[in-house]
């Protein structure tokens, strides 16, 4: 085996082991938070405790991990992480598919929804908890849209697809979507997460700068975060005719990101197949997934 591939697995390897201990971090900072609920008269709203949790489980590992590599690489940090300049198309393409991507994962996850509701009798999480009022969308902009954009993108596009890249580039577009998915933690919206996951990689690959996937990521969060109360009782009796739109738009503007040249390069030092499947039954994701699930259980059978 060559220095590069060695160095390559190496990486891997690191970035597998750190999906583990942040999936064993967010466990550990809800469980945590849920205590220091318990101790509280007048706790704080749902999405400051979301908050609080992305940057206890995500934003201290990642700030840690970036540290490290920022002190050995230095200004190669900047390229490692996709920090680059993001033009104003590439803005406003992110913005719109990730407003139209959100009604194309909700059609999506409709078959899984009737499935859990109707067979397992189970209501399931919103992707994003609905804001009823103005009050909380400002919260919600910053609890469950700024916040979760920007560390849950830097996580999976900034460190993971990034180190999966320079070994394989539709493998780190696969195994950091389905990681994506899976870490949600709801069953009944995988097919959308996964979708979500797919999108904010091309959105990377073509503008090579995380701030896009960030933009597309936020914007779709806070169309799920607007729904409810302020966007489907001013639609009415067009719902079903403005997520047609939405399903041909987000097909049209996913088209010209394609058509768009690759600023990212494609490489394919390892198979792509042999690659995912090697990630996906690696040890560090078989227990991240075996951490999720008993979370999953500990919500939805015990409470």
């Known amino acids: 085996m060559t220095n590069k591939r060695y160095e390559l697995r190496k990486q891997i390897k690191s970035v597998r082991w750190m999906i583990f201990w942040v999936v064993l971090a967010q466990l550990a900072a809800e469980m945590a938070v849920e205590a220091l609920l318990s101790f509280m008269k007048n706790p704080p709203h749902q999405y400051v405790q979301i908050a609080l949790v992305e940057v206890l489980a995500i934003g ?4 840690v991990y970036a540290r490290s590599v920022w002190t050995s690489s230095g200004k190669d940090a900047k390229q490692e992480f996709w920090l680059n300049r993001c033009g104003v198309y590439f803005i406003v393409l992110a913005a719109l598919l990730g407003i139209c991507g959100q009604f194309v994962m909700i059609l999506l996850n409709m078959p899984a929804n009737i ?4 067979v397992l009798e189970q209501t399931g999480g919103d992707a994003v908890v609905a804001a009823q009022n103005g009050a909380e969308v400002f919260l919600g902009i910053i609890g469950v849209v700024i916040i979760p954009a920007v560390l849950e ?3 999976m596009r900034g460190i993971i697809f ?9 493998a780190a577009i696969f195994f950091t979507s389905i990681i994506f998915a899976l870490l949600h933690l709801r069953i009944n919206e995988a097919l959308g997460f996964l979708l979500m996951g ?3 990689s091309f959105v990377l690959i073509k503008s090579r700068s995380i701030y896009a996937a960030m933009i597309y990521h936020a914007f779709s969060n806070l169309t799920a975060l607007m729904l409810t109360k302020f966007i489907l009782p001013i639609l009415g009796d067009y719902i079903w005719f403005v997520f047609i739109a939405a ?6 503007l996913f088209a010209l990101l ?6 990212v390069s494609i490489n394919k030092n390892f198979g792509t197949r042999g690659l995912v499947f090697g990630s996906i039954f690696s040890l560090p994701v078989i227990l991240s997934a075996a951490v999720v699930v008993l979370k999953y259980f500990l919500i939805n059978f015990i409470g």
Do not use: C, D, R
């Open 60 to 63: 201290v590992p990642i700030i």
């Open 115 to 118: 499935f859990t509701k109707t």
């Open 153 to 155: 993108e830097f996580w």
């Open 162 to 170: 990034s180190a999966y890249n320079k070994s394989n580039t539709f």
């Open 198 to 200: 797919i999108v904010a």
């Open 247 to 252: 399903s041909v738009g987000f097909v049209l």
């Open 258 to 263: 394609m058509l768009q040249k690759n600023k």
